[in-house]
């Protein structure tokens, strides 16, 4: 078999073709290297897009739950005109159902005899009934009557996971403090009142 030279077309034909080839991986390697930074650039995007409308979203909800606790604290002069429970209970069943939603428990956290003493509201006859600290408010009520007798609360937290709470100070022993706590499930809240004299 004889070999010959490639003849000058032969051999710039072939030089073009390496040169494609060579075009060709060099375009692949962009094109991905570009696809990628563009997927990150979109994946950054979606990102940032998600956390704005987290932050919208948590914003409106701390705005919805603010104003439905706002909307269970009588003023002052509510308190010193109808007295302490009738009060809150007044303010509570004015706040209406779409406000009432938030709430699973209404409590008044009220000093007697040197302990706090819970009375729940019985949303079935309309009056705070005394009731039994529950379990997963025992911190909460270490300090509350921490700060019942001057002191401070306990360094830890001492408000179960979603506590808010509403203090009244001062007037008349019948006045009260206020708190509204948070217990679970669907924000369900509590507001305890925590009198001190």
Known sequence: MKFTLPSPRERVFGAAIVLLAAVCAILAFLQYRWI???????????????????NLVRRDFNSQI???????????????????????????????????????????????????????????QNRFRKAEWPLEWA????????????GPPAPEQYRPEGVIEFPRFGGRPDSGQVAAATISGRIRTAAVRHDRE
């Open 36 to 54: 990628g930074q563009i997927a990150d650039a979109e994946q950054e995007r979606l990102h940032q897009g998600l956390q704005r409308n987290l």
């Open 66 to 124: 603010a104003e439905a606790c706002s909307a269970l604290v009588p003023t002052a002069v509510e308190v010193e005109q109808q007295r302490r429970d009738k009060a809150y209970l007044d303010r509570y069943l004015r706040a209406g159902e779409s406000t009432q939603k938030f709430f699973s428990r209404v409590a008044l956290a009220v000093p007697e005899r040197g302990e706090l003493e819970l009375f729940l509201l019985d949303t079935g």
């Open 139 to 150: 911190k909460l009520r270490e300090g509350l009557s921490a700060r019942l007798s001057g």
